[in-house]
């Protein structure tokens, strides 16, 4: 099966360093097949055959540690799962100069639509869609500074997800993609 495992927190400010080259290495070493890394804010997409109730991001949070003596945040998605989440994504939600959209991975407990509830959305303003597994969230350059999504950071929400812009999300996914196309 594919997966992606989506890194928090890696590579930002000069904090939580990782080089990708060693990163793929440590997945390597726990038996993850066509291990590729995108960027380096900690994407990282493979090819697992899970065992039954084994843990996956139990397991690659430890390996991080061990490698690299990090406690970093690891949310896994399959294959099915990205693909349930890329049919969602509006086609014409670009992060350029004239749109800001995000993708906000969620951890488990926080999983629910009900987590739009805690968040400060701007009518007008925010165009947010709850899909299982994640938060779409979109508004014009021109308003990025009145959003709600600006006022997310430093929550207790915001430190149960990872964000990537829709542009690495469709690169993530593509690299998914191909990975399924060459096994």
Known sequence: MIYVALLRGINVG????IPMKELKKTFEKRELKSVT???NSGNVAFEFEARENEDLELLLNQ???EDFQLDISVMIR???EYEKLMERLPEHWKNDSDMKSEVLFLSEPFD???TLEELTIKPGIDTVLYVPGAILWSVDRKNVTKS???KIVGT???KQMTIRNVNTTRKIYEIMKSIQTNT
Not at 14 to 17: C, D, E, R
């Open 78 to 80: 399959s294959m099915n």
């Open 63 to 65: 390996a991080i540690l």
């Open 37 to 39: 890394t995108y960027i």
């Open 156 to 158: 207790k929400l915001y």
């Open 148 to 150: 709600g999504l600006m």
């Open 14 to 17: 000069g904090n939580n360093k």
């Open 112 to 114: 629910g639509e009900e």
